[in-house]
């Protein structure tokens, strides 16, 4: 299995997350950054702009996913993903934003250091 999508930040991690290879058709925002971190990562092809999208490049984007070794690192990099608690650590970040208090729950809620360096670690950033 192997996805094409427009490159938001959710449709990307789900699709990594479930370990599809995956092409990016970005066309705004936020999108060519997450194209070329999933191209880095050699879980698909660079991205295609929607503006450069044709049949050709549709079919070579398609090659390339079925690529035994291209689904190896997405199976990898969704392994690297399944230890990550992401709704964790959006929660104490939240938390951290407002003086006094602690919350009851924000030391379970906290991730790990080794977390943090995780998720940096899966996208190409230290």
Same mark, same amino acid.
Request: hydrophobic share 40%; net charge positive; charged share 25%.
């Given at each position: 299995?192997? &996805?094409?999508?427009?490159? @938001?930040? @959710?449709?990307?991690?789900?699709?990594?997350? !479930?370990?599809?290879? $995956?092409?990016?058709?970005?066309?705004?925002?936020?999108?060519?950054?997450?194209?070329?971190? &999933?191209?880095?990562?050699?879980?698909? *092809?660079? *991205?295609? *702009?929607? #503006?450069?999208?044709?049949?050709?490049?549709?079919?070579? !984007?398609?090659?390339?996913?079925?690529?035994?070794?291209?689904?190896?690192?997405? &199976? #990898?990099?969704? #392994?690297?993903?399944?230890? #990550?608690? @992401?709704?964790?650590?959006?929660?104490? !970040?939240?938390?951290?934003?407002?003086?006094?208090?602690?919350?009851?729950?924000?030391?379970?809620?906290?991730? $790990?250091?080794?977390?943090?360096?995780?998720?940096?670690?899966?996208?190409?950033?230290?």
């Amino acid at each position: 299995m192997a &996805v094409v999508h427009h490159g @938001g930040a @959710g449709t990307t991690a789900a699709g990594l997350k !479930a370990a599809c290879p $995956t092409t990016i058709v970005p066309f705004f925002g936020d999108q060519p950054f997450w194209g070329e971190r &999933v191209h880095s990562r050699g879980v698909g *092809p660079a *991205p295609i *702009p929607v #503006e450069e999208f044709s049949l050709e490049k549709l079919v070579a !984007a398609i090659k390339f996913m079925l690529d035994p070794e291209v689904k190896r690192r997405a &199976v #990898e990099l969704a #392994e690297a993903m399944a230890g #990550e608690d @992401g709704v964790a650590g959006a929660v104490n !970040a939240f938390y951290k934003q407002f003086p006094g208090k602690k919350s009851k729950d924000e030391s379970k809620a906290a991730p $790990t250091p080794s977390g943090v360096f995780s998720i940096r670690r899966c996208f190409g950033r230290t």
